[in-house]
């Protein structure tokens, strides 16, 4: 298996554009779940879905991020409109039933000018 | 609010055995020890959980003491590729809740 697979691994963009985050998870995870990490926050968890469903979003920090998962193979994350503050690594994680060691993936490095 | 208290860094000599303390007093019964480590540049990998007995597998063991106030990560022989951040989390045993991660220590391995 591949394991997770984000794109983009790199992304650099101006304050105000959109960004979308993309995430294949594991075939067979039932859990997907968005981390956010800063060097003065750390690894913080976004939001996570089972089954699909979006099941706690109580850490997205405000409108401009919305999440989705429109089938078992495929997760986006978008900020709209882009902030500096957005600048972090994005990590996509996902599961197999109720197991937290979920598997990492590489995560997208965005930078916000 | 941070459930677990670890040292910010270590060192630790190549093909020594690495113990990483972890301190979770506030622990409840039904909670399990989580060891996460991340590498510099990579999404963070697990390690190895436990509830109350000691645990091992490939990578690593857990000792955790009687009273589950703390904890041990046992790298029998270190490596330089063992270079990481590691996170020790405490958490309901599904842990679908997702992962709360604090600092870490910062295990640096030397040659």
């Known amino acids: 298996d591949a394991g997770v697979i984000q794109s983009p691994r790199h992304e650099v963009t101006e304050m105000g554009q959109e960004v979308t985050l993309r995430c294949k998870p594991i075939s067979g995870h039932d859990y997907l779940f968005w981390y956010r990490q800063t060097m003065m926050r750390g690894l913080e968890l976004l939001i996570y879905?089972?089954?699909?469903?979006?099941?706690?979003d109580s850490g997205m920090p405000e409108d401009r991020f919305s999440a989705k998962m429109p089938n078992a193979s495929f997760s986006t994350l978008k900020i709209q409109p882009s902030e500096p503050r957005d600048s972090a690594v994005y990590f996509c994680?996902?599961?197999?039933?109720?197991?937290?060691?979920?598997?990492f993936g590489p995560g997208t490095r965005l930078t916000v000018l | 609010d941070a459930k677990t208290t670890q040292p910010t860094s270590m060192d630790c000599a190549e093909g020594r055995a690495a113990n990483l303390p972890c301190n979770h007093s506030t622990i409840s019964g039904n909670e399990y020890v989580y060891w996460y480590r991340q590498i510099h540049s990579q999404g963070p990998q697990y390690i190895i959980h436990g509830l109350k007995n000691n645990e091992t597998n490939e990578m690593a063991s857990l000792i955790i003491t009687e009273d589950r106030k703390s904890s041990t990560l046992i790298l029998p022989h270190a490596t330089l590729r063992d270079t990481a951040v590691y996170y020790c989390i405490v958490l309901l045993g599904g842990g679908a809740d997702g992962l709360t991660f604090g600092k870490g220590t910062h295990l640096i391995i030397q040659p």
């Open positions: 994680a996902s599961s197999n039933s109720l197991r937290a060691w979920g598997f």
């Open positions: 879905f089972n089954n699909n469903v979006p099941i706690d």
